[in-house]
């Protein structure tokens, strides 16, 4: 076999059904072969598109995503994607052309040391060198990609490589001595945890990514459950444990919730699964939950006490661990007090926004949870349209939130809900999009339309970078510099693409607009006209403590 042809049977054995590219002259040898690969290649408009809906489609299906790109500007392009995806623990596999060996490092047409430039932000990566290796490269990548905490594992593929011929062979397992995620919980640290649950007064579960990296929200439930313990979560986290049910808190930290924020400030323990306490969530670290002890239980033993002092730590699966953990508490707290006192934060800190005439994002996302009775898989773009997704669309199910956590990145939503869609077929996905982002990847309707990924936009139009203006207002004494932004008309745009645009303009229209996009079978941007100047609260300061929020209803 060519090393073309090795690469896509390994793609094929790995169960890979669809990836992500765009082609160049570093890949035409491996895009001959595509020509007849069983696989669905799918042809975006812009490299950055196809790492966005690669890692998409992993958040949805829990399955690495594939993307490919040529060499220099087409690797480069795929920066921000990968990036994106290491800052979020995503497994994804990117793969890239390269000039032939005997040019790397000649500044030849095209190239890029594109392993030196991704090296800070993938969990590994390789610079192919001789064909027989690849098939052992390609296996690895795909097991480092997947295994532990996940992450992006590039290949990069010289294209002299992906002509060469050699006998293909399948490494039936992987071996990598200096690769050992550990999996199983010290079982003297686990009882340790389970003592210090016992005596708690006032137990607070804080749960992250590494719940549904893991498929721990079952275990999570139960465990709440048993030791009722009201649970919050990060951006990240969303959908690990249900929105529904009488113990969650919903999202803590900058925009989390007042009670989340408040309770797990008056915490006596937190029991920490699968989070990276970033400063998204603690606030003023030397003032986060001053009266708390902490278990911190991750796969990811870099993550523990990084950045807060963590008093038990635990490194393993979350599933296990979390499974452990319940066998070994055997005295349950009693927490009826500390349940009582919750009940009362949620009274008087409840997540509200001032209704008025005017379309407020916070109704349409309202709306939009009612009419798709919160089953929806909703990905967002960055900025006050992620954060109003994440507070009024109640998700009860994991992979059903897909958001650029870490990085933030602007223009993440559309190609991502590409991604998801391609995944999960069956289910209605829809793309939560500010003006602002959602021009940054908006090439990719051609993709949509081509491709009949019958994805829903919805954009919440106010005429500006609203968490910017935001910001601007209140610390920057409404010096809007460089915020105010304008717009195509939507509805046109999405129509010479051959999709379906719906302008919404008055708030009783909401509703039916929303009914109506759902009934269509094409892509669908609806443009909501919003209150040009919303805000997102409550909101923590930066450099204040997380329960000295404004709550902006003054």
Not at 13 to 38: A, H, N, T
Not at 195 to 214: C, D, M, R, V
Not at 412 to 418: D, K, S
């Amino acid at each position: 076999m060519t090393g073309a042809e090795i690469l896509l049977e390994c793609l094929k054995r790995e169960g890979v059904e669809v990836m992500f590219g765009y082609p160049g002259g570093q890949v035409l040898p491996l895009f001959d072969k595509i020509y007849d690969s069983p696989i669905r290649f799918i042809l975006v408009r812009h490299e950055q598109g196809a790492a966005h809906a690669a890692d998409g489609y992993a958040r949805a299906t829990g399955k690495p995503g594939v993307c490919i790109a040529t060499s220099g500007p087409g690797a480069t392009n795929l920066v921000t994607g990968i990036a994106n995806a290491f800052m979020d623990s995503i497994p994804m596999i990117a793969i890239t052309g390269q000039v032939k060996t005997h040019l790397i490092g000649n500044d030849a047409f095209q190239e890029a040391d594109v392993t030196g430039i991704t090296r800070p932000i993938t969990k590994h990566n390789y610079l192919v060198k001789d064909v027989k290796d690849l098939s052992r490269i390609v296996r690895e990548a795909f097991y480092i990609a997947s295994t532990g905490r996940p992450g992006p594992v590039l290949i990069d593929i010289p294209s002299d490589i992906q002509m060469q011929d050699a006998e293909f062979i399948w490494p039936e397992t992987v071996e990598i001595r200096s690769y050992k995620p550990t999996y199983f919980g010290h079982p003297g640290q686990i009882k340790k945890a389970a003592k210090l649950i016992s005596n708690s007064k006032k137990p607070l579960i804080y749960a992250g990514g590494g719940i549904i990296t893991s498929g721990a929200n079952l275990v999570l439930r139960e465990l709440a459950e048993k030791i009722q313990a009201p649970v919050t979560w990060t951006l990240m986290g969303i959908g690990g444990f249900p929105a529904n049910h009488k113990l969650s808190l919903g999202m803590l930290g900058m925009h989390g919730t007042g009670y989340a924020n408040h309770a797990t400030m008056e915490s006596d323990l937190i029991i920490a699964v699968g989070a990276r306490f970033d400063d998204r969530v603690t606030g003023r670290i030397d003032a986060f939950a001053p009266g708390a002890k902490v278990i911190h239980i991750d796969i990811d033993p870099s993550s523990i006490s990084k950045n807060i002092k963590v008093d038990i730590p635990i490194v393993g699966d979350a599933k296990n661990i979390l499974g452990e953990l319940l066998e070994q508490i055997k005295k349950l707290p009693d927490t009826n007090e500390w349940l009582k006192n919750v009940d009362s934060l949620k009274k008087k800190y409840p997540l509200k926004y001032k209704d008025g005439e005017k379309i407020k994002p916070q109704y349409v996302i309202e709306q939009l949870c009612e009419a798709t009775k919160g089953e929806a898989i909703i990905t967002t773009e960055v900025g006050q349209n992620q954060m109003w997704a994440a507070q009024w669309y109640r998700y009860n199910h994991p992979r059903t939130f897909i958001s650029s956590g870490g990085l933030g990145t602007m223009g993440f939503g559309f190609p991502a809900a590409m991604g998801a869609k391609l995944g999960c077929p069956d289910k209605q996905v829809i793309d939560i999009a500010g003006d602002g982002s959602i021009q940054m990847n908006i090439q990719e309707l051609a993709t949509c339309v081509c491709n009949k990924i019958n994805v829903k936009v919805v954009i919440l139009n106010n005429g500006y970078l609203g968490m910017v203006r935001q910001w601007q207002e209140l610390f920057y004494k409404k010096r809007y510099s460089h915020t105010c932004i304008t717009g195509p008309d939507f509805v046109k745009l999405a129509e010479s693409f051959g999709a379906v645009g719906i302008r919404v303009t008055k708030k009783e229209d909401v509703r039916e607009a929303i009914d109506k996009a759902l009934s269509i079978a094409n892509t669908v941007f609806i443009d909501f006209h919003v209150e040009p100047e919303e805000n997102v609260y409550p909101m923590v300061p930066a450099g204040e403590a997380i329960n000295r929020m404004i709550d902006g209803m003054a």
